[in-house]
């Protein structure tokens, strides 16, 4: 993957090969549109992922989809790859860039102890809440944020480096449309943001096509923070098709490199991330926002991830 050509922050404005649809993929209450079915060139269509995707916006969920080439940077898929849509965890990643920054130029240091008592608690998710340690080092709190979204971890993290660096870092790795809002709270009141982060599909893949391609800051940020992100345990979702071990895929025996992030709140599921197979390599993201009514409504949302799964399989191998 390191001799790769560089694909951040371009090909966001411009693409070099024809995408397979620029249609919205989402229904309004003013157009019926439908979604264009056109295989990318040389190379398995997206029909089913069209298909389910389509489904749900039929279903009144938002969806935005975005999925590229990372040799030859063509949008092999994309679909309102431009809005800018709820994330939840999956804007955790701009944070980790920022403090693995830190860590390299030392203006943080790795194994300075946070003690949680000192942030504001989450009850509803996470690991750190369950464990005895009452205090961690940042570069272990790194590690649960990227591994299994804790959200006191996270929160312990920002609290540390700052909504203001962060911010800073989105501006200069040239992202537009990705913004982390907030902390992680129980409950969310009319004075608090009302998401954790934002993001659009067409950043958020081309975001982790950098980190493999060791252009996100320098190569050393890029190796560290795709190295928290190559241990993530959620593979329920885009990564359900590969088969990989949710706790053992860092060095698969099968040659297949697997890199991603996911967010999950009430009616938001995404996932951005970085699949290279013997055949190809793809960068991809995925957002659906739907009313979580009842269990069918989310069952079909995570139905369209492993449709996505699939096919990304399928042209990677």
Not at 245 to 255: I, L, Q, V
Request: glycine letters at 8%; proline letters at 5%; hydrophobic letters at 45%.
């Amino acid at each position: 993957m390191g001799s790769r050509t560089p694909s951040f922050p371009e090909p966001f404005g411009s693409a070099q090969g024809a995408p397979v649809d620029g249609a919205m993929l989402r229904r309004s209450q003013s157009t019926s549109r439908r979604l264009p079915r056109r295989a990318a060139v040389g190379r398995r269509s997206f029909t089913s992922t069209l298909r389910a995707l389509e489904s749900l916006a039929d279903a009144g969920a938002q969806v935005s989809v975005h999925v590229v080439d990372l040799d030859s940077h063509e949008h092999v898929l994309a679909g309102d790859d431009h809005v800018t849509m709820p994330v939840a965890g999956l804007g955790v990643v701009p944070l980790l860039i920022e403090v693995a920054a830190g860590f390299q130029s030392g203006e943080l240091d790795p194994l300075e102890i946070i003690e949680r008592d000192s942030v504001d608690a989450v009850t509803t998710s996470g690991l750190w809440r369950n464990l005895h340690a009452p205090a961690l080092p940042l570069e272990d709190l790194a590690v649960l944020a990227a591994t299994a979204g804790d959200p006191i971890a996270v929160n312990a993290l920002l609290q540390k480096v700052g909504h203001e660096r962060v911010r800073e870092r989105i501006e200069r790795i040239g992202l537009r449309r990705t913004a982390l809002l907030d902390q992680f709270r129980d409950r969310r009141g009319p004075d608090d943001a009302p998401h954790v982060a934002v993001g659009s599909t067409r950043e958020l893949a081309g975001l982790f096509s950098a980190l493999v391609n060791s252009a996100v800051v320098d190569a050393a940020v890029s190796a560290q923070v795709s190295e928290w992100l190559s241990l993530n345990q959620d593979l329920s979702l885009v990564a359900a098709s590969t088969g990989l071990d949710p706790f053992s895929h860092d060095h698969d025996a099968h040659g297949l490199l697997f890199v991603n992030k996911t967010g999950r709140d009430r009616g938001v599921r995404a996932e951005a991330g970085v699949l290279a197979g013997p055949r190809a390599g793809v960068a991809y993201s995925l957002i659906v926002c739907f009313d979580d009514l009842s269990i069918t409504h989310r069952l079909r949302a995570h139905d369209a991830f492993r449709v996505l799964g699939v096919e990304l399989m399928e042209y990677t191998h």
